[in-house]
Nanobody, 112 residues
């Protein structure tokens, strides 16, 4: 069974940047798609970005386009989410997902 461990969340001011990491273990990731989701208080979990592990093809939600960058380090079995120009509405718990497995999440709080 795959294990996904997120890190890198924290408190940021509007306009600042944070980089989230998701380290995967327990499974070969070739051929899979890694995804980032987020869930704000009182809202449903929503898709943020995805990357194909083998080719590195990326896809973003409209809310992330132009500000967030998803990438992966195949040697480290880790996927990243670089978040720039953060906004208060980016405040949420961020989760990585592989197939039906989720990480525990990492809190991102953006103050105005």
């Amino acid at each position: 069974q795959v294990q996904l461990v997120e890190s890198g969340g924290g408190l940021a001011q509007a306009g600042e940047s944070l980089t989230l990491s998701c380290a995967a273990s327990g499974r070969t990731l070739s051929g899979y798609v890694m995804r980032w989701f987020r869930q704000a208080p009182g809202k449903e979990r929503e898709f943020v970005a995805s990357i194909t592990w083998t080719l590195g093809n990326t896809f973003y939600a409209d809310s992330a386009k132009g500000r967030f960058t998803i990438s992966r380090d195949r040697a480290k079995n880790t996927v990243y989410l670089q978040m720039n120009a953060l906004k208060p509405e980016d405040t949420a718990v961020y989760y990585c997902k592989l197939q039906n497995d989720w990480g525990q999440g990492t809190q991102v709080t953006v103050s105005s």
